[in-house]
């Protein structure tokens, strides 16, 4: 294991001693400094693997180390030490570039979990990533996600809060997976959740959790998401989707760094970080006031954006291909090739949908060619019948005469419905043929291909 050692900076001799004990205790080496200029000769002479500033000094203060730190020292993360509840200097030292910040009093517990994560920094695995440009989740050779990549691998050695933005589809979550899996939390969980989709009333309770019999249907104690995420990264999708009362209690959670179960009396600390993303315009819902100002100044420490697809189009070869190696894994089938055609007719598409949307449509493609190639026309970009439509929708012969299925009374599940009709179809066509898939298939007006997608999304295997 390699020897550690950290730089602490403070004026006050107390504080030095408090420090250099528990960092001493924990096995690290230590060489304190009173002042900037001191600290600035320490650094260049000892390259320590961590360095810890108070915010006020008798030659300057805290952030200027920091900024002098990112130009002469970049590999040493630096964590700021700021006054009680002073939330606009942390957040100032994390802009200028702090790996993290910790309040004074300066609570042990909290102080050995940052520099636990601050020295994991230092391990060869993390220092290779922050060399090599490894595409990781994000693929493309295009220079705005060349620049996209370098800016997570930044942004995976801090812990400030990041706010993703960007249209649909774009691929926020994966982007907020890289910062998540390049930094010190890697051995962590990453929970994403969808703000969106969790109805309000239990918003509190699927947070923060809830203690057995806080209310009707607590029937055990439930640990929440942010206690999930303890040690590792939460990721807010779609966070624009919060409610104003949710907002008040979320921004008290991040800030405090602790959560209150409903029903409990007492506060849990958690260790997380927290990545944010809406492809709503954040600071015109602030305007309006359905946004809290407070809490997006408090998410949206560093704004990272994610790029449309359209504006990377020499990408989408590359894209296509791998999701098209990807559904021919899922489906065991021979991945399907596109022409050069079908490349520039998706070259040339808007893709408001962005990946999610690339990858909707080579799914249909995939299913609907009978050939190893996909052409432009099989892309279906150019209007007509829509793709992808159920067995159970074709007008297709599939050597029955039987009237469609009678649509339930009262609210049915569509999907049910539908899937159920397209069961029955495929099962009557597959006894037809005695179970001969390539006749089924031609029975049905499908490919061959569509069939063995259609079997395996159905459980029919």
Known sequence: MTHQTALIVDDEPDIRDLLEITLTRMGITTYTAPDLTTARALLEQHKPQLCLTDMNLPDGNGIDLVHWIQQHTPCTPVAVITAYGNMDTAI??????????????????????????????????IQDSA???????????????????????????????????????????????????????????????????????????????????????????????????????????????????????????????????????????????????THKNLPELVQEGSFRQDLFYRINVIELAVPPLRERAEDISLLADHILQRIAREYECAPAKLTPGAIERLQGYDFPGNVRELENILERAFTLCDEDFIDAADLHLGGGAIPGTPVSERSSDT?????????????????????????????????????????AAKRLGISFRALRYRLKKLGME
Not at 94 to 99: P, R, V, Y
Not at 399 to 428: H, Y
């Open 399 to 439: 050597g029955t005469s039987e009237a469609p299925a009678p649509v339930p009374e009262g609210e049915i599940d569509l999907e049910g419905f539908l899937e159920n009709i397209e069961r029955q179809a495929i099962e009557k066509a597959l006894e037809a043929t005695r179970w001969n898939k390539t006749a």
């Open 131 to 277: 060399e090599a440009d490894e595409p990781g989740l994000l693929l493309g050779e295009s220079p705005q996600i060349r620049k996209l990549r370098n800016q997570t691998r930044k942004l995976a050695r801090s812990q400030a809060p990041v706010f993703i933005s960007g249209e649909s589809g774009s691929g926020k979550e994966l982007v907020a997976r890289m910062i998540h899996m390049q930094g010190p939390r890697a051995d962590g969980p990453f929970i994403a959740v969808n703000c969106g989709a969790i109805p309000s009333e239990l918003m509190e309770s699927e947070f923060f959790g809830h203690k057995k019999g806080s209310f009707t249907g607590a029937v055990e104690n439930k640990e929440g998401l942010f206690r999930s995420a303890n040690g590792g990264t939460l990721f807010l999708d779609e966070v624009a989707d919060l409610p104003l009362a949710m907002q008040v209690k979320l921004l008290r959670a991040i800030q405090e760094k602790a959560v209150r179960p409903v029903g409990d009396t007492k506060e849990v600390p958690v260790d997380i970080r927290v990545l944010s993303a």
């Open 92 to 125: 100032e030292s994390l802009k200028a570039g702090a790996f993290d910040f910790v309040s004074k009093p300066v609570e042990l517990p909290r102080l050995r979990e940052l520099v636990n994560s601050a020295l994991k920094l230092s391990e060869p695995k």
